[in-house]
Nanobody, 117 residues
Framework: QVQLVESGGGSVNSGGSLRLSCAAS????????MGWYRQAPGKEREFVAQ????????DYADSVKGRFTISRDNAKNTVYLQMNSLKPEDTAIYYC??????????WGQGTQVTVSS
């Protein structure tokens, strides 16, 4: 059973940067599509970014395109989310997710990102 553990969250000023990491346990990480989602206070969880199992194909929410970059290192069982030009509206708990055949089957515990103006 795969386990996902996020890290790298914190508090930054508007315009700052953070890099989130999600470490996965297990030997089958490289076959999963991986995603990042976020949930702001009082709002539903929303899609942020996704990366294919081989790292070639990525997809982003319109709200983060050009500012966030998702990447992965299958040798380290880790997926990353580089977040630049952060805005107060990016404040949320960020969750890592694993997908198998298009079905999301595992969430991480989340990491808090706070952006102050």
């Amino acid at each position: 059973q795969v386990q996902l553990v996020e890290s790298g969250g914190g508090s930054v000023n508007s315009g700052g940067s953070l890099r989130l990491s999600c470490a996965a346990s297990g030997r089958t990480f490289s076959i999963y599509t991986m995603g990042w989602y976020r949930q702001a206070p009082g709002k539903e969880r929303e899609f942020v970014a996704q990366i294919s199992s081989n790292g070639i194909t990525t997809d982003y929410a319109d709200s983060v395109k050009g500012r966030f970059t998702i990447s992965r290192d299958n040798a380290k069982n880790t997926v990353y989310l580089q977040m630049n030009s952060l805005k107060p509206e990016d404040t949320a708990i960020y969750y890592c997710a694993a997908l198998r055949q298009g079905v999301l089957f595992k969430w991480g515990q989340g990491t808090q990102v706070t952006v102050s103006s």
